[in-house]
């Protein structure tokens, strides 16, 4: 890793001296597999040949099928990797399974794109923090709007997770993953019997696009973050980003607070849709680390986009800059709108809070 002035770059030689043997065959073995669905792809893309087709789709499924059992028994081998879909009993599988289909279609709109994040988020919570031993309750007591004949109430008994989520900072690798941030950051305090709202530390980090994922620089960009050293250390780290491709943003940030003499108490990555590579580096990479994701893809492209994906996470949920004028943390926020900025109030209240100091 070198550092620079004010800029950090790791690179994706350095990611690659993380992984085993094993490892690198596991990743090939992946890629061969995805080649012949890709084959089948083109098929159902171009031919107007019913019989085709048909045959295409049998061996699409059946493809994924094998992809999906290789994966399987790759995540069995790591268990800092957790994939909702091979966690949940198979009766759950179907709700992770059509949520990720939504998120991947090219049709589904903005607005939607949103509404499946923030459900994406409620079962990866449910996933890193519900699962397990027989836990403790907390006992919610609600007023509702029924007065009639008396004032009602209701009791609900919520698991008791203080213990997990209330020593925790929500870091953000800026952009992409500022609103799956703050929805994480909410679902903590909606959990927390004492309404705890996470500080925020907001990093810069940025592939640089014009390089090939085999030649990955990863730079952050501390002149653009914001973030207090010591309130990291002892902490728990929450990392929410939607796409976890090769892994190089998390490594590189978490390389850079470990240099700088942080130790946190953990480190937690919550993702949507992670890749098998990037799963890896970052299981090799961080000692203790913990990943959370609905859903495993099997590879990378060329340009370090997963596949099949979901495209350019960040765009689809902060929509494209006008060309030359990208938008500042602040005005990212305004754009989400009043709906998401009243629903994320206290959680917008804090970014603002790191990013214009006490008097912002
Ligand atoms: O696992 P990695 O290969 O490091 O990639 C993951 C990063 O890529 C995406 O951001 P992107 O580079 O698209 O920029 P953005 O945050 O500005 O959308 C995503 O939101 C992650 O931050
Ligand atoms: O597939 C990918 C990889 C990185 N970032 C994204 O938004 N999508």
Request: with cysteine; charged share 25%.
């Amino acid at each position: 890793m070198e550092a620079g002035d004010s800029r950090i770059l790791l690179t994706a030689d350095d990611l690659d001296g993380y992984l085993s043997v094993e490892d690198k065959q596991d990743i090939k073995d992946l890629d061969e597999l995805y080649s012949q669905a890709m084959q089948d792809y083109k098929i159902l893309e171009s031919s107007a040949n019913q019989t085709r087709l048909d045959q295409s789709r049998e061996n699409i499924i059946s493809t994924y099928n094998r992809i999906g059992d290789r994966i399987q028994e790759i995540c069995d081998r790591h268990p800092q990797i957790n994939v909702y879909s091979f966690q949940l009993p198979p009766s759950s599988r179907g709700e992770a399974s059509r949520l990720i289909a939504k998120l991947r279609d090219v049709r589904t709109s903005h607005q939607e794109f949103l509404y499946y994040i923030q459900r994406a988020y409620e079962l990866l919570f449910n996933l890193a923090f519900h699962q397990g031993e027989t836990q403790s309750k907390n006992h919610l007591i609600v007023k509702t709007p029924v007065n009639d004949p008396v004032q009602n109430y209701a009791i609900h008994k919520i698991p008791d997770v203080d213990s997990k989520i209330e020593n925790s900072v929500m870091c953000v690798m800026l952009r992409g993953a500022l609103l799956p941030s703050m929805i994480m950051s909410k679902e903590v305090q909606e959990y927390s019997s004492t309404g705890y709202v996470t500080p925020f530390a907001l990093f810069r980090i940025q592939r640089d696009d014009s390089r090939k994922e085999s030649d990955m620089h990863y730079v952050l960009d501390l002149k653009s973050s914001f973030f207090d050293l010591e309130s990291l250390d002892g902490k728990d780290l929450f990392f929410a980003d939607p796409m976890n491709a090769t892994g190089g943003s998390l490594v590189t940030i978490v390389q850079y607070l470990k240099d700088q003499g942080v130790k946190p108490r953990s480190i937690q990555f919550f993702n949507v849709i992670s890749a098998v590579k990037g799963s890896l580096r970052i299981a090799r990479a961080i000692e203790g680390v913990k990943i959370y994701t609905l859903w495993m893809d099997p590879v990378l492209n060329s340009k370090a986009y997963i596949l099949p994906g979901l495209g350019d996470a960040g765009d689809r949920l902060n929509g494209q800059d006008i060309e030359g004028n990208s938008r500042n943390i602040i005005q990212l926020i305004a754009d989400y709108g009043a709906g998401i900025t009243n629903l994320y109030r206290s959680q917008v209240r804090e970014i603002e809070r790191t990013v214009l100091g006490e008097m912002g």
